[in-house]
């Protein structure tokens, strides 16, 4: 998949506008409902439009396609009553189960293809269009260089669909679990013309849960048993009540007081509550890390960052052990590289990406260590000292924890180093990025689907997501034979992205701090919730209360 670009900075990803945060309830006080869910969600749902969502955490319960996530990261079954894959994985056949939308119309093999040209509309402006790159002209049709009817997706009959690929892509299953490749209904987009999905009446469902009560800008909203699902016999809720929280500590006092059945914790409540029965994690695949200006407009700093030296110096530097424990205490994790660890799993030996792509001395505390690679990296650039500026979004919790830490220990260790910190709104640290107006960039990256290439899209040469302009030709040579030649050899792919991510961590070209993990009181009579650290995180299909 082609420019894995995020629509919002760091991470984007994920992740973000519709992500689930929280749920949650208290252990005596239990919702009258026995078939009722009452869950929290960080901000209201932004759209249910699918061609104009960046993010279906929660809404993959509402949305379907060929497939759904299941346990693991693993496509499951969805629309697709089978698929099949040509030999040089160019070509891939769906066969539609007998399955109908929210309303009872039919789902055909055309409301696939009518959707992806919908989607790749240039005047629909889909800030996911571009993971459709690699579907055949699905680029030039973004660009508005070729017709939509020129997109590599055809209903060769009524249950039938028919795609093609430039090339062979390795994770294209799982994409096509992403509800972003599901169908639409024309029918329905034309009956309702502007106000089509702008509130839930004016959309239709091909998911386990229709959407109820939702105005268009409410903070309160309902999931409801769609009874037209194909598999409505495995849906055991009736209802999700969905309440916008917008802090934990409210969170924690609804859970307290029945009102809900999961709720995040901060970092301050886990510390009291991790004894606490109902204390439970979910890990996601979001790396926080630090991005170097490799185009830097001051002339110290720009020698300063591309020096391999003083980039180790600054990782080794960090002890993330404190950042993990006692600035986070929630449970968040050590990277061993820029790619996410339990993301993806070598296809012979079922290894972890994360432990394949590990450089030693690069993201473990090596205070002495740092000191060397410091002194020398000045000596090579000709300078004493360095002045940096660390930019970062104050829309992240743990932002000023974090960036004041940095500033402490880089001063602690680092003989020369004086460090100011900007710390602003999430819009104006995205147009800061973008312009190249940085030093060091403290960001971060969800991933959109189990693969590596997910992460290793962002150092390519080129993508507007590279804010800090690395560039290394072996590295975007090894990416490139992963997505062209190799494509279809899921073990050389593997060798060649691991030798790639090899490169930017002996590099340090991104420096990774942590992994996110976010904590959760959850009642014990919630049972079956499925959680992915990518992609759909949220599958309430076979959840129930008991």
């Avoid at 017709?147 to 690929?165: F, H, R, Y």
Wanted: aromatic share 12%.
């Amino acid at each position: 998949m082609a420019k894995f670009k995020k629509i919002l900075a760091g991470m984007t990803v994920v992740t973000v506008g519709i992500i689930l945060a929280a749920c949650g309830k208290n252990n005596n006080a239990v919702s009258s409902d026995k078939n009722t869910l009452n869950l929290s969600a960080v901000a209201a749902l932004d759209t249910i439009d699918i061609s104009k969502s960046s993010g279906f955490g929660q809404t993959g319960n509402v949305f379907e396609s060929f497939y759904r996530l299941g346990k693991n990261g693993k496509p499951d079954a969805g629309l697709a009553k089978s698929g099949k894959v040509s030999q040089d994985g160019k070509t891939w056949t769906f066969k539609l189960r007998n399955a109908k939308w929210s309303n009872g119309d039919p789902i055909t093999a055309q409301d696939f293809v009518y959707s992806w040209r919908r989607s790749l509309n240039p005047k629909t402006e889909s800030p996911y269009a571009y993971l459709f790159s690699g579907v055949k002209n699905a680029d030039a049709v973004a660009q508005g260089k070729l017709p939509a009817k020129e997109l590599g997706i055809q209903a060769t009959s009524k249950d039938t669909v028919v795609i093609n690929l430039n090339k062979p892509i390795a994770y294209f299953k799982v994409l096509l679990a992403y509800p972003l490749f599901g169908p639409q209904n024309e029918k329905v987009v034309n009956k309702y013309g502007k106000k089509y999905a702008t509130k839930a009446q004016y959309q239709v469902y091909s998911g386990p849960f229709e959407i109820k009560n939702w105005n268009g800008t409410g903070d309160t909203w309902e999931f409801v048993k769609n009874n037209d699902y194909w598999d409505k016999k495995a849906v055991k809720l009736d209802k999700i009540n969905y309440q916008v929280v917008k802090s934990n500590n409210t969170g924690y006092q609804m859970y307290q007081q029945g009102e809900l059945d999961l709720t995040p914790l901060s970092s301050e409540q886990v510390k009291n509550l991790k004894s606490n029965r109902d204390f439970t994690s979910y890990p996601y695949s979001l790396v926080r890390f630090l991005l170097y200006n490799f185009k830097d407009p001051n002339t110290a700093n720009r020698k300063a960052l591309n020096n391999k030296n003083i980039r180790l110096a600054l990782s080794l530097a960090i002890d993330r052990d404190i950042v993990t424990k006692k600035i986070l205490g929630n449970g968040s994790t050590l990277p061993t590289g820029f790619v996410a660890t339990n993301l993806a799993k070598n296809p012979q030996t079922n290894a972890d990406f994360a432990k394949e792509q590990a450089v030693k001395n690069t993201v473990d505390y090596q205070p002495s260590l740092a000191k060397k690679y410091w002194q020398r990296g000045l000596k090579e650039i000709g300078e004493k000292t360095l002045n940096f500026n660390v930019l970062s979004s104050n829309d992240e919790a743990d932002s000023d924890q974090l960036t004041q830490y940095l500033q402490s220990q880089w001063t602690k260790e680092l003989k020369g180093i004086k460090v100011n910190i900007t710390n602003v709104p999430d819009k104006s640290t995205i147009r800061r990025a973008q312009a190249g107006n940085f030093d060091i960039y403290l960001s971060h990256w969800g991933g959109d689907f189990n693969d590596p290439m997910t992460f290793m899209q962002i150092p390519l040469t080129g993508t507007s997501y590279n804010y800090g302009k690395w560039t290394d030709a072996n590295y975007d040579n090894l990416v490139k034979k992963a997505g062209n030649q190799d494509a279809n050899d899921p073990e050389t792919r593997w060798q060649d992205l691991v030798k790639a991510a090899k490169i930017v961590n002996g590099e340090q070209a991104i420096t990774p701090i942590y992994q996110q993990t976010t904590a959760y009181l959850q009642k014990p009579r919630v049972h079956g919730i499925i959680h992915n650290t990518a992609g759909t995180q949220w599958s309430y299909k076979y959840a129930y209360v008991k």
